[in-house]
């Protein structure tokens, strides 16, 4: 069934537009720092709370079988209005701990009815060629996510406000375009009842639980990686005397992985989406094993190699979260992916916090070699997944 031109990019930009709160808070740090007057300590945790956040919207939102349940362009609108809501109160001039963790975690919770839902919706639509559709979605969050870096990059953008004003009127207007320019797509199957059990039910099928667990040893590397990316380039920048971007280099790097989610969908049309995913897994875990060397290498290969990092550990995404839609029937495609989320989700807290806190025992050189744990977790499950 061909599909009116305006659909797919729709959705594109309202993921990109809604997405790009997810690391504004981090991109503004510094200032969220001297307003409540803590230390570095407090940036693993601001973007723990969104991922906490996250975590029990998505969970919420799979009990409830809301994206199945419901309208989801509905629900990704109103969440986005919440959303938006969430993340414009960090321009208050003053603010506690409590604050700003209590609106991350707002911002978190409401992207939960976004990422999946845009996901669920563009399933909808795309019965066919759904690999190729998530690579362009969720490279749109990947930028989406780069976006706030690269604000705050240039000359107009350093105040910490215009970054958290700018996410904010994106927010706005992509949950409204998905509202007003996305109905429910001709896929669509609601569920007619609420169903608490679906959960274990869905670990049951073999093949959501092979695609789940690539999902969770990707979800292990690529926040954490993301968050310390500033951390790394800043260390380097000590380590040999170099002036780097740091806010420019970290937005490049994130905004790379949505180019490879892109090309990894027109890919998978022709080679499979297991296949997409495994070669992307195999070369981030194999970059994050050797990471120690990057920090030895001349200035343009030290920044090529985290380049390289960069594409190779979104890649796999769109592919992974397309073979867990696969995997689910019509009525319960939406929780399938809620669910996967939620749960690959609470995986970044804990790679995140590893990571918080070796950075206090040990050198940033050493710091990504432990994410390479996860990309062998889902290489291991892919290659048992029966078909693709």
């Not at 740090?29 to 998505?58: A, Y």
């Not at 414009?88 to 991350?104: D, G, H, S, V």
């Not at 399938?336 to 749960?343: F, M, Q």
């Not at 390479?372 to 997944?385: C, K, N, Q, S, T």
């Amino acid at each position: 069934m061909k599909q009116k031109p305006h659909i797919l990019p729709t959705i594109i930009i309202a993921q990109f537009a809604c997405t790009s709160p997810w690391f504004a808070g981090n991109t503004v740090i510094d200032e969220l720092i001297l307003k409540t007057g803590l230390g570095e300590e407090i940036i693993g945790w601001v973007l723990s709370s969104v991922q906490l956040g996250f975590i029990v919207g998505t969970l919420l939102f799979a009990l409830l079988m809301v994206a199945d349940r419901f309208p989801p362009s509905k629900v990704f609108m109103v969440c986005a209005l919440l959303a938006a809501l969430c993340n414009f109160a960090l321009l208050q001039e003053t603010m506690t701990k409590w604050t700003i963790l209590l609106t991350r975690f707002g911002t978190g919770f409401f992207l939960a009815g976004i990422y999946p839902v845009g996901m669920k919706i563009a399933a909808d639509y795309y019965e066919k060629g759904l690999g190729k559709a998530l690579g362009y979605l969720v490279g749109a969050l990947v930028l989406g996510t780069a976006f706030p870096f690269l604000i705050k990059a240039n000359s107009w953008g350093h105040e910490a406000n215009t970054v958290i004003k700018i996410t904010t009127a994106m927010t706005l207007m992509g949950g409204l375009a998905i509202n007003f320019l996305v109905p429910d797509g001709p896929y669509r199957t609601p569920s007619k009842k609420l169903n608490l059990s679906i959960g274990p039910k869905l670990f049951g099928i073999a093949n959501f639980k092979k695609a789940a667990f690539g999902y969770f040893g990707h979800m292990w590397e690529l926040y954490a990686f993301w968050a310390f990316t500033p951390f790394a380039i800043a260390y380097y920048n000590t380590k040999t005397g170099m002036d780097f971007l740091v806010p420019l280099w970290t937005g490049v790097i994130i905004a790379l992985g949505g180019l490879s989610c892109a090309l990894g969908g027109i890919i998978s049309e022709k080679i499979g989406s297991r296949k997409v995913a495994l070669t992307s897994l195999a070369i981030s875990g194999l970059c994050c094993l050797i990471s120690p060397i990057f920090f030895m290498l001349p200035p343009i290969l030290f920044l090529s190699a985290l380049c390289i990092l960069g594409l190779a550990v979104t890649a796999d995404s769109p592919q992974l979260s397309k073979l867990v839609a696969a995997s689910a029937t019509g009525e319960i495609k939406g929780t399938a992916l809620t669910l996967a989320t939620c749960i690959g989700f609470a995986i970044t807290i804990i790679s995140i916090q590893l990571l918080n806190y070796l950075q206090t025992i040990t050198n940033a050189n050493f710091l990504f070699m432990v994410l390479a744990l996860g990309p062998a977790l889902g290489v291991w499950h892919l290659i048992h997944l029966e078909r693709d």
